[in-house]
């Protein structure tokens, strides 16, 4: 740490931060212990697909995009951007030009996707009082986010979260954060920050845990054998696997 600092800062900046860290990942761990059959998306596709065909795609796309933007420019220091020839100009560029798309894409997507939820009937069925709580907090991070970059890039904010927000959120991972940083970082990535942590402490209580699923097992289960029971099967020999079962 540079400095003193006030008691809401240690709390906002030190404390919160691993509060929610912990919460995340010991709920993770909880819920794939005790309710692995509750770890799903909870899909609704079957009671409706015009909407969702739509809203989907976007999120999905449009997030995948942006976290990939937030990893780059949070954990990666800009020296090594320098250092493989990438000039803060073209890092800026770049970020705005892939953020601000993959950013309207995802409240796009999300916006589909809750107005769905709401006036689909079966669907507005299903949904729980913590689906409804993380899409509030979800919105909110990502209007967060794009209100920073509007304002970074629209009205000319002279603030370089490289230098401030990303060297704080990095030492959060080797236990040396420093709240000074944050504390001068303006309020909206203030508010941003405070959001996404409250998302992550959520995270493992919403339907937001199949992010973690991927489906390796497909790659070495044994095929599902199917075999006719009918009596007709054609002038061709059964192949291997396709033989006639007993009656």
């Known amino acids: 740490m540079t400095g003193p600092d006030s008691t809401v800062d240690i709390l906002l900046w030190l404390v919160f931060p691993y509060v929610c860290l912990v919460i995340l990942v010991g709920g993770l761990v909880w819920r794939y212990r005790y309710d692995k059959f509750g770890w799903t998306t909870r899909s609704s596709q079957l009671y409706e697909r015009r909407l969702l065909r739509w809203g989907s795609p976007l999120f999905h796309f449009g997030i995948l995009v942006v976290l990939l933007g937030h990893v780059m420019g949070l954990l990666i220091p800009a020296s090594w951007t320098d250092a493989v020839g990438i000039s803060q100009h073209a890092y800026h560029v770049m970020a705005v030009a892939l953020g601000t798309v993959a950013g309207f894409c995802t409240l796009a997507g999300i916006a589909i996707l809750i107005y769905r ?89 919403t ?26 099967l054609g002038s061709r020999a059964p192949r291997r696997g396709w033989e006639r079962t007993g009656s």
């Not at 920050?193 to 209580?205: D, N, R």
């Not at 339907?207 to 007709?232: E, N, W």
């Open 117 to 205: 939820r709401r006036t689909v009937g079966p669907v507005f069925s299903a949904t729980t009082k913590m689906d409804k709580v993380m899409y509030a907090v979800l919105t909110t991070v990502i209007v967060l986010g794009l209100a920073n970059t509007a304002v970074a890039n629209i009205l000319g904010s002279e603030y370089d979260y490289r230098t401030g927000l990303s060297v704080w959120f990095r030492g959060i991972f080797y236990f040396q954060p420093d709240p000074a940083l944050m504390a001068a970082a303006p309020i909206g990535f203030q508010l941003h920050a405070v959001a996404a942590f409250a998302l992550f402490a959520l995270w493992p209580f």
């Open 207 to 232: 339907r937001l845990v199949h992010a973690f699923t991927a489906p390796v097992g497909y790659l070495t289960r044994p095929y599902i054998v199917y075999r006719s029971r009918d009596a007709h």
